[in-house]
């Protein structure tokens, strides 16, 4: 069985760009602190409350995709078997959106440091949750060699491999 199976140049395209978002976020946020001299006024905080608590959500909603992105692939994987079963679907579509929107979604771990930085100039959270990002979009890199729906083949395409 051949678990490589050959993706769209679209899809290709789309997952490169979305593995290199995370080196866009440090090297803007990097152009941003030492070229542009982007830092935000030390009572940024005391003007605007509500910022604190974006600042704490976005902290917090990033750490958790990352502690609980193979949950959501659970979640997202018995979905899509609930599909698959109910009407006759591309296997190798299904396989490579769900890759596709994996990545989107570890992508807001990178882009939630990115807005923070955004909020308080912190160079280093950036920088941690891009990388954190960046590492954890491996698994789901390349799309066409990464096949995660295995156990959930229907019987009609094992037939057929």
Same mark, same amino acid.
């Given at each position: 069985?051949? =678990?490589? %199976? !050959?993706?769209? +140049?679209?899809? /290709?395209?789309?997952? &490169?760009? #979305?593995?290199?978002? @995370? $080196?866009?976020?440090?090297?803007?946020?990097?152009?941003?602190?030492?070229?542009?001299?982007?830092?935000?006024?030390?009572?940024?905080?005391?003007?605007?409350?509500?910022?604190?608590?974006?600042?704490?959500?976005?902290?917090?909603?990033?750490?958790?995709i990352?502690?609980?992105?193979?949950?959501?692939?659970?979640?997202?994987? =018995?979905? %899509? !078997?609930?599909? +698959?079963?109910? /009407?006759?679907?591309? &296997?190798? #579509?299904?396989?490579? @959106? $769900?890759?596709?929107?994996?990545?989107?979604?570890v992508?807001?771990?990178?882009?939630s440091?990115?807005?923070?930085?955004?909020?308080?100039?912190?160079?280093?959270?950036?920088?941690?949750?891009?990388l954190?990002?960046?590492?954890?979009?491996?698994?789901?890199?390349?799309v066409?060699?990464?096949?995660?729906?295995?156990?959930?083949?229907?019987?009609?395409?094992?037939?057929?491999?």
């Amino acid at each position: 069985m051949n =678990n490589s %199976i !050959k993706p769209s +140049i679209v899809i /290709k395209i789309e997952s &490169y760009i #979305l593995f290199v978002m @995370s $080196l866009i976020y440090i090297c803007l946020a990097f152009l941003m602190k030492y070229f542009w001299h982007f830092n935000p006024p030390a009572n940024f905080y005391s003007g605007i409350k509500s910022l604190r608590y974006i600042q704490y959500f976005l902290y917090f909603s990033g750490i958790a995709i990352f502690f609980f992105f193979e949950t959501i692939m659970n979640f997202f994987k =018995n979905r %899509i !078997k609930k599909k +698959i079963d109910k /009407k006759n679907i591309d &296997y190798a #579509l299904e396989y490579q @959106s $769900l890759n596709l929107d994996m990545l989107v979604i570890v992508d807001y771990i990178g882009f939630s440091g990115f807005i923070g930085f955004l909020i308080c100039g912190n160079l280093y959270w950036v920088t941690i949750f891009s990388l954190i990002s960046l590492f954890s979009k491996l698994k789901f890199f390349p799309v066409h060699k990464r096949n995660f729906l295995k156990d959930i083949i229907p019987s009609q395409q094992k037939e057929k491999e």
